[in-house]
Nanobody, 128 residues
Framework: EVQLQASGGGLVQTGGSLRLSCATS????????IGWFHQAPGKEREGVSV????????RTRDNLRGRFTISSDNAKNTVYLQMDSLQPEDTAVYYC?????????????????????WGKGTLVTVSS
């Protein structure tokens, strides 16, 4: 059974940082794309950053590049999202997801197709 457990959310002030973790199990890490999406109140879920489990190649949404960094630890089957210079508009529930490699490229997953498997989200609140 595919399982994704997101953690690390919380309340932070504008300009602060948070590091989210996504612990995965139930599938071969290197065969999947794993990544982060977020959903702000009243808005649709959208891609934040995704990474190939096989080789660590990643892609981050254009308007978040430079502040958000995705990484992975294959030994721990875990993906991280380092979020810096957080702004109130980053307030959202952050979801970790996975989709098998080979179906779509990273850009397509990030902007159009999303993931096949989802974990429960973790709430990030940025106060002004």
């Amino acid at each position: 059974e595919v399982q994704l457990q997101a953690s690390g959310g919380g309340l932070v002030q504008t300009g602060g940082s948070l590091r989210l973790s996504c612990a995965t199990s139930g599938f071969t890490f290197g065969d999947y794309v794993i990544g982060w999406f977020h959903q702000a109140p009243g808005k649709e879920r959208e891609g934040v950053s995704v990474i190939y489990g096989s080789d660590g190649v990643w892609r981050t949404r254009d308007n978040l590049r430079g502040r958000f960094t995705i990484s992975s630890d294959n030994a721990k089957n875990t993906v991280y999202l380092q979020m810096d210079s957080l702004q109130p508009e980053d307030t959202a529930v952050y979801y970790c997801g996975a989709v098998k490699q080979g179906m779509f490229d990273l850009r397509a997953i990030l902007y159009y197709y999303g993931m096949n498997y989802w974990g429960k989200g973790t709430l990030v609140t940025v106060s002004s």
